[in-house]
């Protein structure tokens, strides 16, 4: 069965730091790979994908993610934190077969300090 | 388009009673599901439908049931709530079973005494 493992309950930065996210997945195909970020009281918001080709993706926000097959891992990062960056972070794969359903990990929380 | 809506936002119930999630979209999705999101396990499938008239199991089906009888709706039904099913439930969609940018509502808070 497929697994997100994140392994950063909680992670605090500086504004203006630069930020990755680490996600490390268990899927024995070339899975679907998404990031999605939930503001606090909301719902979920896309913030990138990955399915197949330059394994370096660009998302909204400025964000981006590197598939990493060797290390089966899809981390996500942004050069430059803001503080309207801080929110949960959710890394989720796909499969292509049956129900086809996301599997997410448990999430990172940002908080950025002034 | 309002997109993907639940209601309610909050519930709290005693344990033992019913109630019913709502939850609707207005872009002629086919694919809908529900999540319920728990600290530190991230968002768990409930159920999930393919189509009016399909429903399927997801990770944690027990406790609860779904309908599908129009390509809008997909409520989720808890018979007889317990404390464990206190949770953030989340419903989503998307265009069909290949497609891959899915919607998700605003959530409902559900807590159960």
């Known amino acids: 069965a497929q697994s997100v493992t994140q392994p950063d309950i909680h992670i605090t930065v500086s504004e203006g730091a630069s930020l990755e996210l680490r996600c490390n997945y268990s899927?024995?195909?070339?899975?679907?790979l998404f990031w999605y970020v939930q503001s606090p009281g909301q719902g979920l918001q896309l913030l990138l994908k990955?399915?197949?080709?330059?394994?370096l993706v660009q998302g909204i926000k400025g964000f981006e993610a590197e598939f990493k097959r060797s290390q089966s891992s899809f981390n996500l990062r942004k050069p430059s934190v803001h503080w309207s960056d801080a929110a949960e972070y959710f890394c989720?794969?796909?499969?292509?077969?049956?129900?086809?359903?996301?599997?997410f990990g448990s999430g990172t929380r940002l908080q950025v300090q002034p | 388009n309002a997109g993907v809506t639940q209601t309610p936002k909050f519930q709290v119930l005693k344990t033992g009673q019913s109630m019913t999630l709502q939850c609707a979209q207005d872009?002629?999705?086919?694919?809908m599901s529900w999540y319920r999101q728990d600290p530190g396990m991230g968002l768990r499938l409930i159920h999930y439908?393919?189509?009016?008239?399909?429903?399927d199991q997801g990770e944690v089906p027990n406790g609860y049931n779904v309908s599908r009888s129009t390509t809008e709706d997909f409520p989720l039904r808890l018979l007889s709530a317990a404390p464990s099913q206190t949770s953030v439930y989340f419903c989503?969609?998307?265009?069909?079973?290949?497609?891959?940018?899915?919607?998700f509502g605003p959530g409902t808070r559900l807590t159960v005494t």
């Open positions: 439908s393919v189509g009016a008239g399909i429903t």
């Open positions: 989720a794969v796909r499969m292509d077969t049956g129900r086809r359903a996301l599997t």
């Open positions: 990955y399915f197949s080709g330059d394994t």
């Open positions: 872009m002629n999705h086919e694919y």
């Open positions: 899927y024995g195909a070339t899975p679907y």
């Open positions: 989503a969609s998307r265009l069909d079973r290949a497609s891959y940018e899915q919607y």
